[in-house]
């Protein structure tokens, strides 16, 4: 249980075989327009092998309106690490919903893991997006991992033409973009604010990630 509003969480690590270096979830949590960036995996006596979950690590409660990038598989004394769970975010239960997840990065090796997004059946991923997540130095592209049908209105790895960087380097929607109206309603959109405090469902619908379009 408990509730994270409103905050930054950056620079923390997670080593070994275990979850959440940023947020570790479950319950009833919830996490609300909160920054998780530049957490990273390292590792001292399992071999290569690191849990997931970098970022937020999600066995319950939901993730909304926030922003989960920079985090670092690979920031560890090898070139790689072994990692079958996301960087990013890896949503084991609970509920992402209107968040991004961007510029994460995974190992170069040859079990470099998953970088973005990892999600397994039963969990809901609404309007979230989720992009640019992999190993820059390699050309590899890592956004998502599991089931595909727990994606609802999120859209995954958009043209990078849809989006422009705000003064952090976060994705953000631009006129005509993709993202924009492209969401569906939740039980939350019509009193819930975006990162930058701007209200929820400016247009025609809510639109996915962390940010509303905003003219």
Known sequence: YGTVVDC??????????????????????????????????????????????????INGGTLRNSVVAFNDGNKIDINYVLLTPAIGVYANGGTVENSTIYGNTCGNGAYAGFAGLTAVSGVKIVN?????????????????????????????????NQYRLDDSGIPVPVLGSVLVDSGVETSTSATAADLAGNQRTLGAAVDVGAYEFVE
């Open 8 to 57: 930054v969480v950056d620079n923390n690590s997670v080593k070994n075989h275990y979850y959440g270096g940023g947020i570790y979830m479950q319950k009833a949590c919830l996490v609300e327009r909160t920054v998780v960036t530049n957490n990273f995996c390292r590792n001292y006596t399992y071999g290569n092998i690191c849990g997931g979950g970098t970022g937020v690590y």
């Open 128 to 160: 979230t997006l989720v992009v640019a997540n992999g190993n820059p130095e390699t050309g590899f592209v890592s956004d998502f991992s599991g089931d595909e049908t727990v994606l609802d209105h999120s859209i995954v790895n958009p043209p990078v």
